[in-house]
């Protein structure tokens, strides 16, 4: 199976920083037929299912707002949220879809400094 | 517009087995997959099984032997099957269209307990 591995665990932001979330596959995640990384990023709130952001590890979900950017590629992803709003305080996950099982890392958490 | 939604019993007794019922709406499981995805009480997301348009399946590879997913089409409905349930298999069950996956369910919380 390949292993998601986030870090920080939990991340303390003032509103309107910008913070990187960092997540790592044990193996790449990019498919040489189409050159695309299999890495997808989600956003929970409490009480609430899953919210897609991310994509292809770059293509933000229509509505997403775009200070929400996702780089990366091979085996080394970050999710970076450029000024922090309120709304954002949440738990992100990341997930590889490059093969079965489709893994997720743990979790960060983003909280109100 | 799509939906999903999940059902099934909220407590189920150890070693018993547990069925949940995905219903869709607002697009065919002959044109795409449903997975479900579950997380036990504060913590992460475990993806646990996946039915294809085609009708193929994959599973968690850690609850493989536990596992069963399955359809009706003509309901659109996804069903899992889970066997042996322990304590751990306490969580809120989530089906969700496709992976990556756009569209969720909100999730329906089972407790295994006595």
């Known amino acids: 199976d390949i292993v998601m591995t986030q870090s920080p665990s939990s991340l303390a932001v003032s509103a309107g920083e910008t913070v990187t979330i960092n997540c790592k596959s044990s193996?790449?995640?990019?498919?040489?037929?189409?050159?695309?990384?299999?890495l997808a990023w989600y956003q929970q709130k409490p009480g609430q299912s899953p919210k897609l952001l991310i994509y292809w590890a770059s293509t933000r979900q229509s509505g997403v707002p775009d200070r929400f950017i996702g780089s990366g590629s091979g085996t080394d992803f970050t999710l970076t949220i450029s000024s922090v709003q309120a709304e954002d305080l949440a738990i992100y996950y990341c997930q590889q879809y490059y093969d079965t099982p489709y893994t997720f890392g743990a979790g960060t958490k983003l909280e109100l400094k | 517009q799509v939906q999903l939604k999940e059902s099934g019993p909220g407590l189920v007794q150890p070693s018993r087995t547990l069925s949940l019922t995905c219903t869709v709406s607002g697009f065919s499981l002959t044109s795409y997959g449903v997975s479900w995805v579950r997380q036990p009480p504060g913590k992460g997301l475990e993806w646990i099984a996946a039915?294809?348009?085609?009708?193929?399946?994959d599973y968690n590879s850690a609850l493989k032997s536990r596992l069963s997913i399955s359809r009706d089409t003509s309901k659109s409905q996804v069903l899992l099957k889970m066997n042996s349930l322990q304590t751990e298999d306490t969580a809120m069950y989530f089906c969700?269209?496709?992976?990556?996956?756009?569209?969720w369910g909100q999730g329906v919380m089972v407790t295994v307990s006595s």
């Open positions: 193996q790449s995640l990019l498919y040489s037929g189409n050159q695309k990384n299999y």
């Open positions: 969700a269209r496709s992976i990556p996956a756009l569209y």
């Open positions: 039915i294809w348009s085609g009708g193929s399946t």
